[in-house]
Nanobody
């Protein structure tokens, strides 16, 4: 089992940057593939980015590719999401997600129904 705690959200102007972190508890963090999802008001939760358990493979949603960068540090049991060139449409609650994947090297989860554990979320607001 793993518990996830996001941090780093806040208010930023369009064009600015924010860095989110997700700290995990538990002894098997390196066996989990990790992802970031977001949910804007009145909308469904959507995929943002995912990273394989070793960090060697990363995938991004088209809407954030080239602006966001995901990484992980297995020694610190933490994943990161660096968000640059933020737009008002990036405003959402951002959730960290974990998928048990001890035998694969795939950037997942890519869908909400693939997630085994969720963090509580951190709010990002981008003003125009």
């Amino acid at each position: 089992q793993v518990q996830l705690a996001e941090s780093g959200g806040g208010l930023v102007q369009a064009g600015g940057s924010l860095s989110l972190s997700c700290a995990a508890s538990g002894r098997t963090f390196s066996s989990y593939a990790m992802g970031w999802f977001r949910q804007a008001p009145g909308k469904e939760r959507e995929f943002v980015a995912a990273i394989s358990r070793s960090g060697g493979l990363i995938s991004y949603a088209d809407s954030v590719r080239g602006r966001f960068s995901m990484s992980r540090d297995n020694a610190k049991k933490t994943v990161y999401l660096q968000m640059n060139s933020l737009k008002p449409e990036d405003t959402a609650v951002y959730y960290c997600a974990a998928k048990w994947a001890p035998y694969s090297e795939v950037p997942e989860p890519g869908r909400s129904d693939e997630v085994d554990y969720w963090g509580q979320g951190t709010r990002v607001t981008v003003s125009s």
